[in-house]
């Protein structure tokens, strides 16, 4: 008799019918547990399609591919395949509801990952990685013998794409007139380096330049104020000045979202009008602002089509740019970061800016934090640290060399910078203590706040975030009252000018983007979807909003879909609002920096009422007051990274509310991990 699961539950899934093949009982198992919800219906479906291509196919290809399309959709690029044989309820992350039938599901499979690994061999669906042969299998097995790894095909391939490049990018040496350099660094920065023996007093700013001269890529990261677009501003200028024709230098800026994009432009835009007064004549820093353009989204820039994945730009057409920086590089995903990299010319120069311990993007990869692996540790070399003392005249401290024999080529051109001069307030304060797991320091840092800059609520209700959308609260008087009082204001003048009205569209949207309720999930009494019905309501019986229908003056709304056709892209944000003098049609507002963009309501199809977002989708934002909210019962969704992110989200104020106590502590005790072997590629040298 076949048994794959044998329980004494009554709604356990079961199958014992001796007439039923393995595979048929195991794709029944998964088919089950997707009805449970356990698994989307897309992953039980994923392995019903492997059997229809191989009527042979094991139970352990089928349960691998399942189990593998699940962990794609939670973020994860690959599936490594000894947690999952010896712990899989570590991998699967399922309510304690389902670990019985888990473990009874394992007990009709092979015992060791030798076995399983046989198992996958065997099936013409996969390709392992010891095999050079390869016929387009949608599986691959690869990562080492040790840990294995299995992927989606098209994962692989990105993985290995995105490693090659990288790899090759950061070998690429560049000659660098080390002289030269230093004489426009000690300009640029503050001139003289750092003694020695105040050699731990690095300014990282400074080296982080230095480096992104001799190598066509440089990963810059930090924490929230340590000046990330500063240092981009100041190596554009030192570009500039070190290159023998500058005037044709193309320069690109862009980042994944508009609300990004529009604030890396107006960092760097400030950084270089305060250089320029400083150079003087001696470096046209107006002539290279102007040649920039506008900072674009990252599906923008490649050339995003209607109805397919695929860009304009690619590895056969290339982009045409000899510098491009990118901030928020955490939110870019594995597949997006592969499209960047094969558009991009050999030579042009490369600069990724973004937080590492920010959330990673929300589709499969974490490539930042992949990139950024040795950041905090540095490993440099000894070539690294002359260069770092020839050119910018910093030593880099011990504690920085590697101490290893061949430390990565990518870590040489990675820099993290370490001191923050814009958030060190209390938001900073409790920022630095959720990234560092120090849940008491982060409640003690709330308790203790008599300014009103922190706070969280001891009787948390959905109630409680409604009052703060409606009027705020003491210490932190921004919401959603500040932008429709505008709306409701709308002068005389701005209904016969179309200036005057282009000024009122673009004080609403500023003033709506001064608060921001942040939501864990979509769903449930604490998710996105129930509170931006509830806080519609809560505004309407204020006398601030009068709904009528699905489109009314004053929704705000996120884009949910990329369309090039209207411009608009996925995470964009704007506000519904009367055209412009003459015009009766709603329009809905985006503000990309100091421009206005207008689309009629009618040609947006995929949008969502956004007085409440995901933490996800804040990435790229901030806001005066932000408001998070931490739902009960949100299990792995509550982490540290999403607390983090969610904290520096805020300029002035934040809020905090727990839909009951110990949340905060249950996200800080829980890292994100997503599993990747982009790290282990990484880690190898080109030949």
Not at 31 to 48: N, V
Not at 62 to 71: K, R, S
Not at 222 to 230: E, I, N, Q
Request: hydrophobic fraction near 45%; glycine fraction near 8%; charged fraction near 20%.
């Amino acid at each position: 008799m076949n048994t794959l699961i044998a329980s004494n539950d009554p709604g356990a899934t079961s199958m014992t019918d001796s007439a039923t093949s393995p595979s048929t009982a195991a794709l029944a198992v998964l088919h089950a547990w997707a009805e449970k919800g356990w698994l989307r219906r897309l992953d039980s479906a994923m392995a019903t399609f492997l059997q229809e291509l191989d009527a042979s196919a094991s139970p352990v290809l089928l349960v691998c591919t399942a189990v593998l399309a699940q962990m794609e959709g939670r973020g994860h690029t690959c599936l490594p395949l000894r947690i999952l044989v010896t712990s899989p309820d570590d991998v699967l992350a399922w309510p304690a509801l389902a670990q019985a039938e888990v473990q009874a599901l394992w007990s009709g499979l092979p015992k060791g990952l030798n076995d399983w690994l046989v198992a996958l061999r065997s099936s013409p669906l996969v390709r392992s990685f010891d095999d050079s042969t390869d016929l387009g299998q949608p599986l691959v097995l690869s990562g080492t013998e040790d840990e294995p790894l299995l992927y989606l095909r098209r994962y692989w391939l990105h993985e290995q794409q995105v490693a090659h490049a990288i790899l090759q990018r950061c070998a690429s040496s560049q000659q660098v007139d080390e002289p030269l350099a230093a004489k426009w660094l000690d300009r640029l920065f503050d001139a003289g380096g750092v003694p020695e023996k105040d050699a731990k007093e690095v300014d990282w700013q400074k080296l982080a330049c230095a480096v992104a001269l001799r190598a066509s890529l440089t990963v810059i990261t930090g924490g929230p104020g340590t000046g990330k677009t500063y240092t981009a501003a100041r190596l554009l200028a030192l570009l500039f000045a070190m290159s023998d024709a500058p005037q044709s230098l193309r320069v690109a800026l862009a980042a994944p979202t508009g609300k990004a994009a529009a604030r890396l432009r107006q960092s760097i835009d400030f950084s270089l009008q305060e250089l320029s007064g400083r150079l003087g004549d001696d470096l046209d820093l107006g002539s290279l602002t102007q040649r920039m353009g506008a900072a674009r989204t990252l599906h923008s820039l490649l050339g995003a089509r209607v109805d397919t994945r695929e860009f304009r730009f690619n590895a056969t057409n290339l982009l045409d740019v000899d510098i491009l920086i990118v901030d928020e590089a955490s939110m870019i995903h594995l597949e997006m970061m592969s499209a960047l990299l094969q558009a991009l010319p050999p030579g042009a120069k490369l600069i990724l800016l973004g937080d590492k311990d920010q959330l990673a993007s929300v589709e499969a990869g974490a490539v930042l934090g992949d990139l950024c692996r040795d950041a905090v540790a540095g490993n440099y070399n000894t070539e690294t640290a002359r260069y770092a003392k020839a050119t910018a005249s910093q030593v880099i401290p011990t504690e920085f060399i590697a101490t290893v024999a061949h430390p990565t080529p990518l870590a040489q051109q990675t820099v993290m910078l370490r001191k923050s001069r814009r958030f060190g307030g209390l938001i900073g304060q409790l920022a630095v203590a959720v990234n560092a797991g120090h849940c008491d320091n982060a409640h003690n840092l709330i308790a203790g706040d008599t300014t009103g800059v922190l706070q969280t609520t001891k009787q948390p209700t959905v109630a409680t975030v409604l009052n703060l959308a409606v009027q705020g609260r003491t210490g932190a008087t921004a919401c959603y009252a500040d932008y429709l009082q505008l709306v409701k204001a709308r002068s005389k003048d701005a209904l016969s000018n179309a200036g005057d009205h282009e000024d009122w569209v673009e004080r609403v949207v500023l003033a709506f983007d001064r608060f921001r309720i942040l939501c864990a999930v979509h769903d449930g009494d604490w998710g996105t979807r129930s509170l931006n019905q509830s806080v519609q309501r809560a505004l309407e019986l204020a006398g601030l909003l009068n709904p009528r229908g699905e489109w009314y003056a004053g929704r705000p709304v996120m884009v949910t879909r990329n369309d090039p056709a209207l411009g608009v892209f996925n995470g964009d944000v704007g506000v519904t609002l009367p055209g412009p003098p003459g015009s009766t049609a709603l329009r809905v507002y985006f503000l990309d920096g100091d421009k206005l963009r207008a689309v009629g309501v009618s040609r947006l199809a995929q949008v969502e009422t956004a007085f409440a977002m995901t933490v996800h989708k804040s990435q790229g934002s901030e806001f005066l007051h932000t408001a998070l909210v931490l739902p009960e019962g949100g299990g792995k969704i509550l982490t540290r990274e999403l607390v983090y992110t969610g904290i520096t989200r805020a300029r002035e104020s934040f809020t905090l509310i727990e839909a009951q106590p110990g949340l905060l502590r249950l996200a800080v005790d829980t890292l994100s991990r997503r599993a990747s072997g982009l790290q282990l590629l990484l880690a190898d040298h080109l030949e």
